[in-house]
T-cell receptor, first 110, second 114 residues
Framework: QKEVEQNSGPLSVPEGAIASLNCTYS??????FFWYRQYSGKSPELIMF????GDKEDGRFTAQLNKASQYVSLLIRDSQPSDSATYLC??????????FGTGTKLQVIP | ETGVTQTPRHLVMGMTNKKSLKCEQH?????MYWYKQSAKKPLELMFV???????ENNSVPSRFSPECPNSSHLFLHLHTLQPEDSALYLC?????????????FGQGTRLTVV
């Protein structure tokens, strides 16, 4: 069983729509959760982090965490072509143990 | 401009060569990491350093040898690599190891082993 699981995609959404990216994790002791965006040929960059159950909003981005279901998601409102990238979910299970998913490729169609 | 700088950006090496990857961070962080990113695989954590001391080695083959002379610099020495070692090697830093804060990544070194 993969420790952090993401659908590899590609997920295609029209410009202006809401993109919903999902991630599940296996370690119930996980404490913090991150979403990184990685453009092709570039390094990952952090766009959101969340520690507590519920929603966290930052501009067009909303992270949602449900520890009981071991599920974290990222919503991107008003999707733009510039949002097209691979989105990596990362889970911090404690000391030294940060695990990444394989990433979901998002394509925003103009 | 990232606070974590990696050189070289691209490297092609033969299986008998010895080369080194360099990483430098200007963020005042105490933790540095080497990750390997292969196609269609998750980022794999290779090594973790905290204040120049190695704290994690995730069963990485000995043909990869890390070195951390100070908290700002990290090297990955490569020798007798295999073609399957071709990947993007990413360096990252964070304030402390395992404190739940974000990691800042360098631009990576695209390594091709021929």
């Amino acid at each position: 069983q993969k420790e952090v699981e993401q659908n590899s995609g590609p997920l295609s959404v029209p410009e202006g729509a809401i993109a919903s990216l999902n991630c599940t994790y296996s370690d119930r002791g996980s404490q913090s959760f991150f979403w990184y965006r990685q453009y092709s040929g570039k390094s990952p960059e952090l766009i959101m982090f969340i520690y507590s159950n519920g929603d966290k909003e930052d501009g067009r981005f909303t992270a949602q965490l449900n520890k009981a279901s071991q599920y974290v998601s990222l919503l991107i409102r008003d999707s733009q072509p510039s949002d097209s990238a691979t989105y990596l979910c990362a889970v911090n299970g404690g000391y030294q143990k940060v695990t990444f998913g394989t990433g979901t490729k998002l394509q925003v169609i103009p | 401009e990232t606070g974590v700088t990696q050189t070289p950006r691209h490297l092609v090496m033969g299986m008998t060569n010895k080369k080194s990857l360099k990483c430098e961070q200007h963020l005042g962080h105490n933790a540095m990491y080497w990750y390997k990113q292969s196609a269609k695989k998750p980022l794999e954590l290779m090594f973790v350093y905290s204040l120049e001391e190695r704290v994690e080695n995730n069963s990485v083959p000995s043909r990869f040898s890390p070195e951390c002379p100070n908290s700002s610099h990290l090297f990955l020495h490569l020798h007798t690599l295999q073609p399957e070692d071709s990947a993007l090697y990413l360096c990252a830093s964070s304030q402390e190891v395992g404190d739940g804060t974000e990691a800042f990544f360098g631009q990576g070194t695209r390594l091709t082993v021929v």
